[in-house]
């Protein structure tokens, strides 16, 4: 984050779309398309700016700027409190890991501006208010981390592994035991998997987990009794 190029406004730093598309691993037109069908969660002043006419052009006046802004009309600005809206939008590690270290290395970097005296403790109160809005920020990054579903993909594979195991336990898939068993043993690997999960359906699995979770299905084996049923249908296929 150190190589971003630093912009202040209204006594605070905020970043340009393409800047924060950049930091997040997605688009400006991402950033965008989500910044519109949430309008109603955005304040301007608090999450953003919209830099318009004779204050976007004193903006392009006073700084140099990407060549591709030159014909903007409107410029939008993202402060912290807006970047972390665009995060919870986006939900994927990257946008969270990125949020973190714009707190840490852009949003709270102060410049060396020297204070007056008398406002010494006014300045301490707003630093230790600040920690802790600092340290609250964090923690609920930690939360939505920890609390992220699996994805698609993931989702595909614990499917394809699943399917996998129960099969290899059924002996097969040309198995008398997978002809007359596969919806039970099936039935029953699901079950487990959700009882040691916690979760209702199998898609629900916190993706921290989704390692456990393969974990899970590569040591899975049918329960004693269920593996009698499955040993006498597939020697019945062998006599």
Do not use: C
Request: hydrophobic share 35%.
């Amino acid at each position: 984050m150190s190589d971003l190029k630093i912009i202040n406004h209204a006594d605070q730093r905020v970043l340009m779309t393409n800047q924060l598309a950049e930091s997040f691993g997605t688009s400006s037109d991402i950033i965008n398309r989500n910044f519109q069908r949430n309008s109603n969660r955005y304040t301007h002043g608090k999450h953003y700016f919209a830099l318009s006419g004779e204050e976007l052009r004193e903006f392009k006046g006073s700084r140099q700027f990407d060549a591709t802004l030159k014909y903007t009309s409107v410029l939008y600005l993202w402060t912290e409190k807006g970047a972390w809206l665009h995060a919870k939008s986006l939900n994927t590690n990257r946008a969270w890991d990125a949020y973190e270290m714009l707190v840490d290395d852009y949003y709270n970097v102060k410049e060396n501006l020297p204070q007056a005296p008398q406002s010494l403790e006014l300045a301490l109160q707003a630093a230790l208010e600040h920690e802790r809005e600092i340290k609250t920020i964090k923690s609920d990054v930690k939360y939505l981390k920890g609390s992220m579903r699996i994805d698609s993909l993931q989702q595909q594979e614990i499917q394809e592994a699943a399917k996998y195991s129960v099969v290899q336990a059924l002996g097969g898939g040309d198995s008398k035991a997978y002809e007359d068993l596969s919806k039970k043993v099936f039935s029953a690997f699901w079950k487990e998997f959700k009882k040691h999960f916690k979760v209702p359906r199998y898609g629900d699995v916190p993706k921290v987990k989704f390692d456990e979770a393969i974990r899970f299905i590569e040591l899975w084996r049918p329960s004693t009794s269920l593996q009698i049923e499955i040993d006498q249908a597939n020697s019945q296929m062998a006599m």
